[in-house]
């Protein structure tokens, strides 16, 4: 992920203003969880966790960064269904051309996710409570909380700019 987005960086020419790091998200390393950060981002991870008590380790070192800088924070995440049934149904809809073995991977990441609800509740006890949320519509497979930044832009349309090529099919993805 890290190679791919590196490559993505480099050809908007944007890999100058971004680092990427590679860390244990449960026990950040003391220059990363003493570092000073604009934002933390947490894309795809939390239902990968092995128990919740790891989860809520995690959840703690973001809210110790985002506490220390007044970070952004972005979270997103699968979402379980309240029916177990629809899942394979569901992929079948939103990626039918997926291999069997990734909508297996799917279904079994989908189940091992945590109900928005459950998700905030985690994310309030770890110190990160008040953040905006939202999931996906009408299937509310996938869910996202985000929480702006001290350094955050204040009008994202006035700070932005259209990406281009693998960048832009990348981030639509």
């Known amino acids: 992920m890290l190679a791919t987005a ?7 020419g ?22 000073e950060w604009d934002g933390v981002s947490c894309m795809w991870t939390l239902h990968q966790l092995p128990e919740v008590e790891v989860l809520r380790g995690a959840l703690r070192q973001i809210a ?7 970070a952004a924070v ?6 379980r269904l309240r029916d177990p049934s629809a899942t394979e149904a569901m992929l079948q ?9 990734l909508r297996k991977d799917a279904m079994a ?8 609800d ?7 006890a770890a110190g990160l409570e008040g953040m905006s949320r939202g999931h996906a519509r009408p299937l509310p497979y996938l869910q996202a909380f ?3 930044g001290a350094r955050s832009p204040r009008s994202p349309i006035a700070t932005s700019s259209p990406l281009r090529g693998a960048a832009r099919r990348e981030a639509a993805l």
Not at 74 to 79: A, H, K, L, P, V
Not at 93 to 101: G, H, N, R
Not at 118 to 124: N, P, V
């Open 6 to 12: 590196q490559r993505l960086f480099e050809e908007e």
């Open 14 to 35: 944007i890999d100058g203003q971004i680092e990427l790091v590679k860390a244990d998200i449960t026990a950040l390393p003391d220059e990363l969880a003493d570092g």
């Open 64 to 70: 110790a960064v985002r506490r220390k800088n007044d």
């Open 74 to 79: 972005w979270i997103s995440d699968f979402q």
């Open 93 to 101: 809809c939103v990626d039918p051309l997926s291999p069997l073995i």
């Open 109 to 116: 990441s989908e189940s091992a996710a945590f109900t928005i």
């Open 118 to 124: 459950e998700l905030a509740a985690e994310l309030a």
């Open 146 to 148: 985000w929480t702006p």
